[in-house]
């Protein structure tokens, strides 16, 4: 009987120091770069909104009544894709950039009407993520409300291609997480009309501003050069949904 005990108490204990270790390393995120999170603060034609759940950032000019609920790549924090979206919010695109749970997408199991709601204005939703919350936003590109599906550095695990979704797939000819060859690879999870754009030069961290990432490759432009690209990309598709929910 003690032994018994004493392997019990010896699992449990194993156990909980898993669980601790795992809590911790989740919560070690990779934080946002300061200045361009203050960029955007400081643009009068965009207004940032932390709900709680997630970072809302509205045009304060004309809104097209497009909106992306867009979640981060694992560990990444969320506010370190405020300076993507600068350019994108500021042409009159709403962008909820959720907080997952644990800072790791497949733990969040909230619907994306909980997100939605920041913004009841919103006439045409699509939803999209980057990495490793790319992946999940392919899971939830199936509800009935979404029309488009964005990818940053990223690829389904699910298929897509027999659905109506409006697909940009943005990726960086220089990333060492997402590649050139898994993006390939999956291609045909996605509708074949989905527009595929890689950026000559990017890499991974190049869709979000937080610094280096461990296994990418080094990118051979500027931050500034592939956020511009990202950005254009981004605005012509979000036009298309526009165009799309006036029709």
Known sequence: MNRALRWTAWIVAVLLVVVVVFLVWANIVMQGTRSAALQ?????????RDAGDAVVMTPTGSANGVGVVFIPGAKVDPYAYMATFRQVVASGTTVVITKPTLHLAFFDT???ATFESHAPEVR???????????VRACQLADD????????????????????????????????????????????????????MTEIQGSNHADFGAYGAQPGDRTA?????????????AIERWTEGLRSAGLS
């Open 40 to 48: 955007v603060w400081r643009d009068d034609r965009v207004t940032v």
């Open 110 to 112: 909230r619907p994306l």
């Open 124 to 134: 045409t939703w699509a939803v999209g993520g980057h990495s490793l919350g790319g």
């Open 144 to 195: 009935p409300g979404v029309s488009g599906l964005l990818l940053l550095g990223s690829y389904c695990a699910n298929d897509l291609s027999d659905t109506g979704l409006d697909v940009l797939s943005v990726s960086g000819s220089r990333d060492g997480l997402s590649t050139p060859a898994k993006i390939d690879a999956a291609r045909h999870l996605l509708p074949a009309d989905a527009t």
């Open 220 to 232: 051979t432009i500027s931050r500034a050069d592939a956020r511009d690209q990202i950005s254009t």
